[in-house]
Structures are given as structure tokens and as C-alpha cells.
């Protein structure tokens, strides 16, 4: 078998700047697929996380369950924060809660006053 090395590199080259604006997009397109595995492994690892404070969640309940109360984890969309409901296994009615409510409408309230003040000033 006989390779013509000139052949070769001097087709590999030709084909190298012919194919040159394609690899540019293929490159962006690589970054694109980058960051959506990027993306999907961050999801998969708040999903891991989520399944991981459920699972600690329902220890601790099961751990209070004798003294009538249960744990009840929940995030305000609003206020960006986790908080806890302590609540009456019998009654269901809220017992307390951590932060307490005013203090997550405060954060809220805060949050618009401090958005309405970056607004008059720009």
C-alpha cells in the first residue's frame, strides 16, 4: 500500500478552509450544547438535592410525630426564601412559622421600595 503524504496534507489543508466558516458555527453550536449540559446537569442536581431534603424532611416529622406536630417546608416565589410552617397533625391550622410570615411579607415590601427607589433614580 502506498500513501502519497503530499496528497493527503495538501487535500486535508484545501478541505480544512473550505470546511473553515462551517467549523465556526459547529464551534458555536458545540458552546450552545455546552451550557444546555451545563444546564440539564444543574437541574438533575436540584432535583437530587429536592429528593434529599424530602427525604430529611419526612425523618424529622416522623421524629416529631409523637408530640402532634409536623414540619412543612415551603419556598415564597416572591421573597426568594425557604421557610417553615410548624402545623397540628390533628387541626392542620399553623402553629408557627420560621421566618415568621411578617417578616417574609416584610422582605417582599423591602424588595419592591428598593426596585421602586432604582427606578427614580435612573
Known amino acids: 500500500m502506498n500513501i502519497n503524504v503530499n496528497r493527503i496534507d495538501t487535500n486535508f489543508s484545501d478541505n480544512l ?3 473553515e466558516p ?12 455546552s451550557s444546555n449540559i451545563k444546564e440539564l ?3 438533575k442536581y436540584l432535583r437530587e438535592q429536592q429528593e ?10 416522623e421524629s416529631i410525630a409523637s408530640t402532634g ?3 412543612k417546608f415551603k419556598y415564597n416565589e416572591e421573597a426568594e426564601e425557604l421557610y417553615v ?6 387541626t392542620q391550622e ?8 411578617f417578616l417574609i411579607e416584610l422582605s417582599v415590601k ?10 427614580k433614580k435612573m
Open 17 to 19: 478552509k473550505l470546511a
Open 22 to 33: 462551517g467549523l465556526k458555527r459547529n464551534a458555536s453550536s458545540l458552546s450552545d450544547n
Open 41 to 43: 446537569r444543574a437541574q
Open 52 to 61: 434529599e431534603l424530602e427525604k430529611q424532611a419526612k425523618k424529622l416529622n
Open 69 to 71: 406536630k409536623e414540619l
Open 85 to 90: 410552617e410548624i402545623i397540628d397533625s390533628k
Open 94 to 101: 399553623v402553629l408557627s412559622s420560621l421566618p415568621p410570615e
Open 110 to 119: 423591602m424588595k419592591e421600595m428598593i426596585g421602586m427607589f432604582i427606578d
